[in-house]
């Protein structure tokens, strides 16, 4: 069957401190990644997709980059977070019907 | 002008209600649209895809007006699992791969 992970489910980072998050998906092969980011009673902001292993298109500037290592895992990461980077991070992917998405990722920055 | 424009709401319904969502999008070009819900801190779920001659899910309908560009979503009997922000979704132009999401109306239905 389809899934899709984000890890980890939560996370509380220093000003400055580094960012890795992680997506993956099973079940399905060559898929189009999307990276998108919801702040506290906002709609959602697309951030970077990926269209295929090393295809990355970044929608905004931003202190963020994002890397699609292998087929099914997708990476967004930051070398020093800023406090506006807190939100809600949700990984998603394509499929006939529309964007399925993982879990997300709650990253407060203090 | 945003491209997917909502209800701001918040819309407070009792149960067994019909309450009715619109959403506007400023892209004429855009191909395809949904509507999901989203639960309080979680991620956003298809609730259903929107066509052209409207669709029915169960309790749901959902329409679309490309002359107007507008998209509805009816819920009918409300029930207090529905509770929820209702997003309305559209791809964007010339892109089937990319979707944007208006800023959701939120709905609470009391017992």
């Given at each position: 069957s389809q899934t899709i992970h984000q890890w980890p489910a939560t996370l509380v980072q220093p000003v400055g401190s580094p960012l890795s998050l992680e997506c993956t998906v099973e079940g399905t092969s060559n898929p189009n990644l999307y990276w998108y980011r919801q702040a506290a009673g906002r709609g959602l902001q697309l951030l970077f997709y990926s269209v295929g292993i090393g295809q990355i298109s970044s929608e905004v500037p931003q202190n963020l980059s994002a890397s699609r290592p292998q087929d099914r895992q997708f990476i967004l990461s930051s070398k020093k977070l800023?406090?506006?980077?807190?939100?809600?991070?949700?990984?998603?992917?394509?499929?006939?019907?529309g964007q399925f998405f993982g879990p997300g990722t709650r990253l407060t920055v203090l | 002008?945003?491209?997917?424009?909502?209800?701001?709401?918040?819309?407070?319904?009792?149960?067994?209600?019909?309450?009715?969502?619109?959403?506007?999008?400023?892209?004429?070009?855009?191909?395809?649209?949904?509507?999901?819900?989203?639960?309080?801190?979680?991620?956003?779920?298809?609730?259903?895809?929107?066509?052209?001659?409207?669709?029915?899910?169960?309790?749901?309908?959902a329409q679309l007006n490309r002359a107007s560009q507008y998209i509805s979503l009816l819920i009918r009997d409300s029930k207090l699992s529905d509770s929820a922000t209702y997003l309305c979704v559209v791809t964007r132009s010339g892109s089937a791969r990319q979707l944007t999401f208006g800023s959701g109306t939120q709905l609470t239905v009391l017992p």
């Open positions: 800023l406090l506006s980077d807190s939100g809600f991070y949700l990984c998603a992917w394509l499929v006939e019907r | 002008r945003k491209e997917v424009e909502q209800d701001p709401g918040p819309f407070n319904v009792p149960e067994g209600a019909t309450v009715a969502f619109n959403c506007t999008y400023s892209n004429s070009a855009s191909q395809s649209f949904f509507w999901y819900r989203q639960d309080c801190r979680k991620e956003p779920k298809l609730l259903m895809s929107v066509y052209s001659s409207g669709n029915e899910d169960g309790r749901f309908t």
